[in-house]
T-cell receptor
Framework: KAGVTQTPRYLIKTRGQQVTLSCSPISGHRSVSWYQQTPGQGLQFLFEYFSETQRNKGNFPGRFSGRQFSNSRSEMNVSTLELGDSALYLC??????????????FGSGTQLSVL | AQSVAQPEDQVNVAEGNPLTVKCTYSVSGNPYLFWYVQYPNRGLQFLLKYITGDNLVKGSYGFEAEFNKSQTSFHLKKPSALVSDSALYFCAVRDEGYSTLTFGKGTMLLVSP
């Protein structure tokens, strides 16, 4: 079974641009979560999608948005990029809406550098 | 609100020695606790979890963790460290009835030969 796939692996953008990251979950998984990883802050939750609906949202500005398609693939968009958006963006999938003892399966991430 | 703290940014241990990576948590209800490991240029991999039952949980690669409710801790342990255990370790918590998983800031484990 293929794992969680994130594309692209690396991105370099300049301030003010926008970017779209893609995540394909494990086949059969319907929940997709996004996290931002930075050296100083660790992993911070962005949002979770289940059955094409955003179910939870973290404390990030509206410049960060996402969506999920009917095949459970998800995209994350960041508009008007700032230097502080440079980070590793991780996608994680699980079979059901997160909760209880449900564990997450992570992709390798997209490393975004904003110049 | 739920939170998790990993008090050590880095833990150094010699190969063959026991290792401990510390984690404390705060939840209002019953906790669901997890440990994940991240190798360079990779995503996080699940190591083990505590849901209920036995306070000592065994996981992948010889790791185990002990749940201590009175101290609100969930420390990761291994009896004999390997150089290949060197990686970034994350503790995570989820409060019962709450779906989001909250991660600590991570602890870098360095095992020297």
């Amino acid at each position: 079974k293929a794992g969680v796939t994130q594309t692209p692996r690396y991105l370099i953008k300049t301030r003010g641009q926008q970017v779209t990251l893609s995540c394909s979950p494990i086949s059969g998984h319907r929940s997709v979560s996004w996290y931002q990883q930075t050296p100083g802050q660790g992993l911070q939750f962005l949002f979770e999608y289940f059955s094409e609906t955003q179910r939870n949202k973290g404390n990030f500005p509206g410049r960060f948005s996402g969506r999920q398609f009917s095949n459970s693939r998800s995209e994350m968009n960041v508009s008007t990029l700032e230097l502080g958006d440079s980070a590793l963006y991780l996608c994680a999938s699980s079979p059901a809406l997160g909760g209880g003892g449900e564990k997450l399966f992570f992709g390798s991430g997209t490393q975004l550098s904003v110049l | 609100a739920q939170s998790v703290a990993q008090p050590e940014d880095q833990v150094n241990v010699a190969e063959g020695n026991p290792l401990t990576v510390k984690c404390t948590y705060s939840v209002s209800g019953n906790p669901y606790l997890f440990w994940y490991v991240q190798y360079p240029n990779r995503g996080l991999q699940f190591l083990l979890k505590y849901i209920t039952g036995d306070n000592l949980v065994k996981g992948s690669y010889g790791f185990e963790a002990e749940f201590n409710k009175s101290q609100t801790s969930f420390h990761l342990k291994k009896p004999s460290a390997l150089v290949s255990d060197s990686a970034l370790y994350f503790c995570a918590v989820r409060d019962e009835g709450y779906s989001t998983l909250t991660f600590g800031k991570g602890t870098m484990l360095l095992v020297s030969p």
